[in-house]
């Protein structure tokens, strides 16, 4: 096996130098709000940590995965064809010691859009959580799970869909599958309206 301490060693002295990455983006508006932590704070935070401590990381390898669903809307100028593309990436990466060790690790994302920048919007999210999770860095407030018995949590009521934008089409037909107890997927809502525009936002419902 081979011989990787100076590796593991400056692995080890980034996970204590980094403590946690506070969750400073605001994602969505009003109620569907969230805080999220930003791609540039962890490529900030956890990258000056590895370099104080001789590390670098290198992408090597990725698979895709895209999908690509289209529609036709009525608009006052007629119909238009609206499209978007959901695209999903596997990810390698090397992580690089000055002494030579070295060791791959992997990562996984994915990014909804109209035009061409899902595959941008899913690498970034794959960097970004391999980082977090290779380092094991917390992001702002850390609920403990085990502080509460799952015996003890009320059964959550079926999750109701709500209408997040006037571009929504066939509410209707979407309301009476969700009151029939049926499932909508985010293929069945990107058949309606451009969900780029709130992708983030429906990341907060509980119907997918």
């Not at 011989?3 to 080890?12: D, E, G, R």
């Amino acid at each position: 096996m081979e011989n990787k301490t100076n590796l593991y060693k400056a692995i080890l002295n980034v996970m204590k130098s980094v403590k946690n990455i506070d969750k400073s983006m605001t994602v969505g508006t009003g109620n569907n709000s969230y805080k999220g932590v930003a791609d540039k704070d962890v490529k900030q935070i956890i990258g000056k940590a590895m370099e104080e401590n001789g590390l670098a990381i290198l992408p090597i390898g990725i698979e895709s995965k895209v999908s690509i669903d289209r529609w036709e809307e009525n608009t006052n100028y007629g119909n238009k064809t609206k499209q978007s593309a959901f695209t999903e990436v596997t990810t390698k990466y090397l992580l690089i010691h000055e002494s030579g060790e070295s060791e791959e690790i992997v990562g996984y994302g994915h990014g909804v859009d109209t035009q061409d920048k899902g595959a941008g919007k899913a690498t970034t999210y794959a960097l970004k959580y391999a980082l977090l999770y290779t380092f094991m860095v917390p992001t702002g407030k850390i609920d403990d799970a085990d502080n509460e018995h799952s015996d003890i949590k009320e059964i959550p009521q079926a999750p109701k869909l709500t209408l997040l934008t006037t571009e929504l089409r066939d509410w209707n037909r979407i309301k009476a599958r969700v009151e029939k107890g049926e499932t909508i997927t985010r293929k069945d809502l990107m058949k309606y309206y451009d969900i780029s525009k709130v992708e983030k936002e429906l990341e907060t419902l509980n119907i997918f």
